[in-house]
């Protein structure tokens, strides 16, 4: 059995919260949207409301079209959460197309779809919204940002990027009309936690905060969640801020 709980904050310098959270009772969804006019809280919307659609249909039909073809190399979860997505891509990237004021709009994603018991998850990503596992008291990184620092990282590089391309994303839903990404399942065990978060989160605290934070408030997720977005705001808070935690039981 699996319990959750996630939590959206505009942080201390924007105006507006571009960020989407999505807790349901098997499908997690954090966006993190991006663009001028408003149009990334448009992005960030559009893209959760249409993998919780395909995801909700994929569940109910058992005659569904794969507009995407199915891979039988990957799980029927992976199939699911994989063809939610590229829908989600085309979505925001049609829309970015309707008018000049979703010109050059787009969202990062990270996706979590548990199976029933939670007993197994299956997750993806795009851009630099994370996904991480909190296990026996050591916090793993389970996604690799679609950014330039990441590849700059890639690359051998012991620095830290800098400069002005070092947030620059190199994937990002609906920026092009397909993107590339990759689905994996994950075997969860009994206390184990999923944080997903969004870039306003790992940009102003470490990994090492955001364990110690998340550890010490494990057993209620709300207070965990109120606790990381309480110190990426102490610590200025520069952009939105959103965490989803999951927790399988023990």
């Not at 959270?21 to 991006?34: E, N, Q, T």
Request: aromatic share 6%; net charge negative; charged share 25%.
């Amino acid at each position: 059995m699996i319990s959750a709980y996630g939590q959206t904050d505009i942080g201390q310098r924007r105006t507006l919260n571009e960020d989407c959270i999505l807790v349901g009772s098997d499908l997690f969804v954090l966006c993190d949207g991006m663009g001028g006019h408003k149009s990334g809280e448009v992005a960030s919307a559009l893209a959760a409301d249409v993998v919780s659609g395909f995801i909700r249909r994929s569940a109910e039909d058992t005659e569904l079209t794969w507009p995407y073809g199915f891979d039988p190399q990957i799980s029927y979860a992976a199939n699911r959460l994989h063809t939610a997505i590229k829908l989600a891509n085309r979505a925001v990237f049609r829309k970015a197309a309707s008018g000049e004021d979703y010109t050059g709009m787009g969202t990062t994603i990270a996706a979590v779809l548990a199976q029933p018991g939670g007993a197994r998850i299956t997750y993806a990503s795009v851009g630099d919204s994370r996904i991480y596992l909190v296990r026996d008291g050591r916090m793993t990184q389970l996604t690799r940002d679609d950014s330039w620092a990441a590849v700059w990282q890639g690359e051998g590089n012991d620095s830290d990027a800098t400069g002005p391309l070092k947030n620059v994303l190199t994937k990002a839903v609906g920026a092009r009309e397909d993107v590339d990404f990759e689905v994996r399942d994950l075997e969860i065990e009994s206390g184990d936690i999923v944080l997903l978060c969004s870039d306003g989160l790992t940009n102003m605290v470490p990994d090492s905060t955001i364990l110690n934070l998340v550890t010490a408030n494990g057993d209620d997720l709300e207070a965990a969640c109120r606790a990381l977005i309480d110190c990426a705001n102490a610590q200025g808070g520069r952009d939105n801020i959103s965490v989803i935690l999951i927790r399988r039981s023990r």
